[in-house]
């Protein structure tokens, strides 16, 4: 059963700083990962998608890694704004053609302080 | 291009009362429909999905049920909620044969609290 960790729950940090969010699964057999932002009482906005094939994914200021034989990624935010206060959550795809089966990590709730 | 939207967007509803919650997609034909719960502090949980009208799968026993009776209409239901139906409900939809290579994009969620 794939069950996906993100640590930490909350993280607080000033302005301008670099920070890392963690995430791991138990099963390797997984097709995609994505990281989603989501504001409070909001939903889902898709960040990055990496395929299972490939290494790392960037988009502005967010990077994000896979390493598919550990069960990690990472997600990268370089010089942190107030404005990316939210919560951030990882999704897997699993392995399964006949529907889009995602498990959704509990999140990580970041605060930015200006 | 295409939107989702959900509603309401806050609901608050004593236990044992029924519930209708409604999705809609706006811009494209045949989506893949789906429902995720988001219990506090807890992941999403993929609830059900659709590939068509009429056609539903059910990931969770549970106290829902889900209903498609347009192409882009995505209806939750209940008879009787209970307290463990509060949380944050999200819709979703992607486009394509419904495998795990679609892009799920997500409505504005409804938040439903069972008292």
């Known amino acids: 059963k794939q069950e996906v960790t993100q640590i930490p729950a909350a993280l607080s940090v000033p302005e301008g700083e670099n920070l890392v969010l963690n995430c791991s699964f138990t099963d390797s057999a997984i097709y995609n990962l994505q990281w989603f932002r989501q504001d409070p009482g909001k939903g889902l906005t898709s960040l990055l998608l990496i395929q299972s094939s490939q290494r790392e994914q960037t988009s502005g200021r967010l990077n994000a890694s896979l390493d598919k034989s550990s069960g990690r990624s990472t997600l990268y935010i370089a010089a942190s704004q107030p404005g990316d206060s939210a919560t951030y959550l990882c999704a897997v795809s699993l392995k399964n053609y006949n529907n889009n089966d995602m498990r959704f990590g509990a999140g990580t709730r970041l605060t930015v302080k200006p | 291009s295409q939107t989702i939207h959900q509603w309401p967007a806050t609901l608050v509803q004593p236990v044992g009362s029924p519930l209708s919650l409604e999705c809609t997609v706006e811009g494209t034909s045949n989506p893949n429909l789906y429902w995720y719960r988001q219990a506090a502090g807890r992941g999403l949980q993929l609830l059900f999905y659709?590939?068509?009208?009429?056609?539903i799968s059910s990931e969770v026993p549970q106290n829902l049920s889900a209903s498609r009776p347009q192409d882009r209409q995505f209806i939750l239901s209940s008879k009787k909620l209970l307290l463990s139906d509060s949380g944050f409900y999200l819709c979703?939809?992607?486009?394509?044969?419904?495998?795990?290579?679609?892009?799920?994009?997500f409505g504005p969620g409804t938040r439903l609290l069972v008292l």
């Open positions: 979703a939809w992607s486009v394509g044969s419904g495998g795990a290579r679609e892009t799920q994009y």
């Open positions: 659709s590939v068509g009208i009429g056609q």
